[in-house]
């Protein structure tokens, strides 16, 4: 089986973990902020807050920018459900923009269009959470503009990107987002097994998210109501969860962090011989935005004809090819139904749905593999 997505794990992120299991710290030791340095100094960001998930980050970010019910969150129908479950976590509403249907982010001048007419209705969002697709950043220039007129935060959910550039920055430095979010699922461009990361240049909310991410508790005496009765101290401020990381994962991911570079390099070479591959069949290849760089994590293409969508998916994987399909539009889930929203509501959103296949992308892809998997998806649209 060729699957869509893998982690590579190397003898070096293993003696990493082995190294941790040997020591007197399994979690909660001094491995986890050594990796968030890393990271925070990659992406130049001034703080990064290690959490046991994206989904995690995407909640402690909403928290910690004061989201809660009576307020509203928007992001992009084609994301996985975490990136609009993070609002109902906190008893906000949520609504969707439709995306840009070269690069299937959520687009920035549907955006503005939204904006103007939920300005007149006094029903702007207090966040908006663009999604990084496929490793791509948004027009994040464009969103942030729309932040400062409309008063808005902005999450970006850069699960897919870590290892990106948009505008000769990396993303996660902040520049455009109050908050971003990565992901280190198995699948991603690194991996902790499990595990995430939020990012951010503001002191404050840094300081609130590694507070929520361990119940709530404190024991700064700076933080602290009262005296300390004592060095053993601490005081729970806030109804916090435990989204803690393990030094386990952590020193995962800092291994990978060394090869994070040639990660994202081989995902871009793989991308532009697929690229090359496919030319010429009925299906349209993704679009790179030339002011930036993917980090490549899925390379999914749009079938001409969305009714020969399954019959390939069935065909491919009954001949052991893993494809998948990114994503279902969130505002189609039952749960969101129920919430009023409907099929049609977000058209571009669903035409791109309705023909999406994502093919196998991932480092340890051979070149005799996407030959396999090119040449049995002509067979298939032959």
């Known amino acids: 089986m060729i699957p869509y997505g893998r982690q590579d794990i190397s003898q070096a992120d293993i003696d990493a973990v082995v190294e941790v299991l040997r020591s007197d ?10 990796f968030e340095a890393v990271v925070a100094e990659y992406c130049q960001a001034r703080h990064a807050v290690a959490v046991n998930s994206a989904t995690s980050a995407l909640h402690l970010a909403c928290l910690a920018l004061g989201l809660g019910p009576g307020d ?18 906190c008893g906000a509403e949520v609504d969707f923009v439709d995306i840009d249907p070269r690069t299937y982010n959520l687009c920035a001048d549907r955006l503005a ?6 300005a007149r209705r006094d029903a702007l969002p207090k966040i908006v959470v663009p999604v990084a697709f496929a490793g791509q950043s948004c027009d994040m220039a464009a969103i942030r503009a729309l932040a400062d007129q409309y008063g808005f935060a902005v999450i970006e959910d850069a699960s897919h990107a870590i290892g990106a550039r948009y505008r000769g920055a990396p993303v996660g430095c902040g520049r ?16 902790t097994g499990e595990g995430g990361m ?23 005496p700076g933080e602290m109501t009262g005296e300390a009765d004592g060095p053993w101290y601490y005081q729970q401020r806030d109804l916090g969860y435990n989204y803690r990381m393990t030094d386990l994962q952590a020193a995962l991911g800092m291994s990978q962090m060394r090869r994070l570079e040639d990660f994202v390099a081989r995902r871009l070479a793989l991308a532009e011989r697929y690229d090359q591959l496919l030319a010429g069949l009925p299906l349209k290849t993704p679009f790179r935005a030339p002011e930036g ?3 490549m994590h899925l390379y999914p293409v749009v079938l001409d004809d969305p009714t020969r969508r399954r019959p390939v998916f069935e065909a491919l994987r009954a001949a052991g090819i893993g494809v998948n399909v990114h994503y279902i539009p969130v505002h ?18 669903e035409a791109y749905y309705a023909g999406a296949l994502s093919l196998p992308m991932y480092p340890t892809l051979t070149e005799a593999q996407q030959d396999a998997v090119a040449a049995r998806l002509k067979e298939c649209l032959a």
């Open 25 to 34: 710290w399994l979690t909660q030791g001094p491995v986890i902020p050594r």
């Open 72 to 89: 509203r969150l928007w992001t992009s129908p084609n994301t996985f459900v975490a990136s609009a479950n993070c609002a109902r976590y």
């Open 113 to 118: 269009e939204k904006l103007r007419e939920a």
């Open 176 to 191: 455009y987002a109050d908050i971003t979010v990565f992901s280190f699922h198995p699948v991603k461009i690194i991996t």
């Open 198 to 220: 939020a990012l951010t240049n503001d002191d404050k909310l840094a300081a609130t998210m590694r507070r929520l991410r361990s119940h709530g508790i404190t024991r700064a």
């Open 293 to 295: 760089r993917s980090a």
């Open 332 to 349: 189609t889930q039952p749960y969101y139904r129920a919430l009023g929203f409907r099929s049609g509501d977000f058209p571009l959103a």
